[in-house]
């Protein structure tokens, strides 16, 4: 049974830092690209960053580019989002998600296989 658990999501003030992190189980974490999504209330479901298997191929939202990193340790079966420079934009619940196959476009919510519970985020102003 595959478990994607998310944690280190909180109430920040805009301009703090939060790392959320991802703890997966039940596959072979280093087989499957792995992306953060998040929702805010009353809005889809939008594409934050994703990571390749080994760690390279690293790509970000526009809106994140420069203030959230995003990283793995496959002998840990951990994803982590390294969120800087927190905007009250940024609230939102954020997923993490794992992707087991080639051909898709990481971007996007379709290509991922596996969905987390997610982590609230909220930045007050």
């Known amino acids: 049974q595959v478990q994607l658990v998310e944690s280190g999501g909180g109430l920040v003030q805009a301009g703090d830092s939060l790392r959320l992190s991802c703890a997966a189980s039940?596959?072979?974490?280093?087989?499957?690209?792995m992306g953060w999504f998040r929702q805010a209330p009353g809005k889809e479901r939008e594409f934050v960053a994703t990571i390749g298997r080994r760690g390279g191929n690293k790509y970000y939202a526009d809106s994140v580019k420069g203030r959230f990193t995003i990283s793995r340790d496959n002998a840990k079966n951990t994803v982590y989002l390294q969120m800087n420079s927190l905007k009250p934009e940024d609230t939102a619940v954020y997923y993490c998600a794992a992707a087991g196959r080639w051909d898709v476009v990481l971007t996007t919510r379709h290509a991922y296989d596996y969905w987390g519970q997610g982590t609230q985020v909220t930045v007050s102003s």
């Open positions: 039940g596959l072979t974490f280093s087989s499957y690209a």
